[in-house]
C-alpha cells in the first residue's frame, strides 16, 4: 500500500475535496482519499494498478493540480 499527502493550492472548501474524491475513487486501486481544506492537502493510499503518476495527471485534468 503506498501512501502520499499531496498539497493542492486549487482547494477552496469541502466542496473541491469531494470533487477530487470522487474522481480519483474512480482510479483502480485508489483505496482512500482524505482532505484538508484549510491546509490545501489531500492524503490518498493506494495499490497497484494505480500509480502516484496517475493520480498527477487526475488531478491535473480536473484543475486541481498538485504540487
Ligand atoms: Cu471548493
Redesign the pocket.
Known amino acids: 500500500m503506498a501512501k502520499q499527502t499531496l498539497f493542492i493550492p486549487n ?6 475535496i469531494a470533487a477530487i474524491k470522487n474522481e480519483l475513487s474512480k482510479i483502480e486501486g485508489v483505496k482512500k482519499v482524505e482532505g484538508d ?1 484549510p491546509k490545501k492537502r489531500i492524503m490518498v493510499e493506494w495499490d497497484l494498478p494505480a500509480t502516484l503518476e496517475e493520480i498527477k495527471i487526475t488531478l491535473k485534468k480536473i484543475n486541481y493540480p498538485a504540487e
Open positions: 482547494i477552496s472548501c469541502r466542496h473541491c481544506p
